[in-house]
């Protein structure tokens, strides 16, 4: 049974370990964006599960467009300061879509969060329609010339599955995915896919369709999320009209464990659950208890003496 310190997975915290010798702890910010799905350009009211918040209900929220990339770390850093932890930091520009800015606006944003002392990087979340040659570019300089710190991208995949996609209103066909992590791989900007687990109308096998397909792909991370049913979203009639089943733990356990194994050793495995903002969650309310979900998810792949990649690797030395 292969194991990444104590976890039968390659977890974020045990790359960061070993490359930094200590813990890395995530700040994450609002940079003020909106998103092509909700601006009008491809969409009006974003994709189904998103709240109001653009899936950053955790970022440091900006009091006005003037408060800054630097401020919002500083008020980050004031959290683990208190607890006596964490000297270093990734800057996660989490909220809405962090590419979908004029390149200027961008570069700013970037090299404010870069030029911080205690940042050992940054982690850019957006969509694979919103990189385009002047974003790659920037991207391509900054990594360039800030080498002693790391630029990830991190991209709103969720299913491999159109018909899901065009459910979920994701906006864009699964080409452009592909596309935008060969464009990141030409300028050594790893990639990090996003993927739901538990959308409305897929079964297991088409979740772990879509983790077989990363698996063979140039990206270096993946985020396994939990679906979650947020007030003010339009998922909530379709969870309320009772048309998909939410999982359980234990479902959501299995189907986690399957998704691992299919998965390279060397992939970067960032999430496992996710975390519902307890005000806004109707479903489901058993994601609260993260420490529980964790305990058991390890506990389970103990039981099963399964770890990361075991039917990967079978099915490379077949």
């Known amino acids: 049974m292969m194991l990444w310190n104590d976890k039968p997975y390659h977890s974020l915290d045990y790359e960061l370990k070993q ?7 995530k700040i994450a910010l609002d940079a003020g964006m909106t998103c092509p799905n909700r601006d009008g350009t491809c969409g009006t009211r974003g994709c ?55 390149a200027a606006r961008l570069e700013a944003l970037y090299r404010e969060a870069l030029d911080e002392p205690s940042v050992v990087g940054i982690s850019i979340a957006t969509r694979p329609d919103c990189l385009g040659d002047n974003v790659l570019s920037l991207l391509d300089q ?10 990830w991208i991190e991209l709103g995949l969720q299913t491999i ?36 687990i538990g959308l409305p109308g897929e079964d297991r096998s088409m979740m772990l369709e ?36 939410i999982l359980d733990m234990m479902e959501y356990i299995d189907i986690i464990i399957s998704c ?17 903002p307890r005000a806004l969650l109707l479903a489901p309310l058993w994601s609260l ?23 990967y690797e079978t099915k490379k030395n077949a």
């Not at 970022?59 to 408060?67: D, E, F, G, H, L």
Request: with cysteine.
């Open 19 to 25: 490359i930094y010798g200590e813990k890395i702890y």
């Open 48 to 102: 189904i599960f998103c709240s109001a918040g653009g899936s950053g209900d955790f970022a440091a929220r900006k009091a006005s467009t003037k408060t800054s990339a630097a401020s919002q770390l500083a008020q980050g850093k004031q959290y683990f300061r208190g607890k006596n932890i964490g000297r270093h930091f990734i800057a996660y520009f989490q909220a809405y879509t962090n590419t979908y800015a004029p």
């Open 210 to 245: 879509t983790c077989r397909f990363l698996a063979e792909r140039d990206i270096s991370g993946i985020k396994l999320q939990l679906l979650h049913v947020l007030k003010n979203t339009d998922l909530v009639e379709l969870y309320e009209k009772k048309t998909f089943d």
């Open 289 to 311: 208890d993260k420490r529980r979900v964790l305990n058991t998810l390890h506990q389970e792949m103990q039981r099963r003496g399964t770890w990361q990649s075991r039917t």
């Open 260 to 276: 691992l194994e299919v998965l390279p050793p060397d992939m970067v495995i960032h999430r496992v659950t996710g975390d519902g």
């Open 161 to 196: 599955h159109e018909d899901t996609a065009m459910l979920i209103r994701r906006g864009y066909p699964l080409s452009v995915f592909e596309q935008a992590v060969i464009c990141l791989r030409e300028i050594a900007v790893p990639s990090i896919a996003h993927v739901i």
């Open 142 to 151: 900054l990594n360039r010339e800030y080498s002693d710190k790391f630029i």
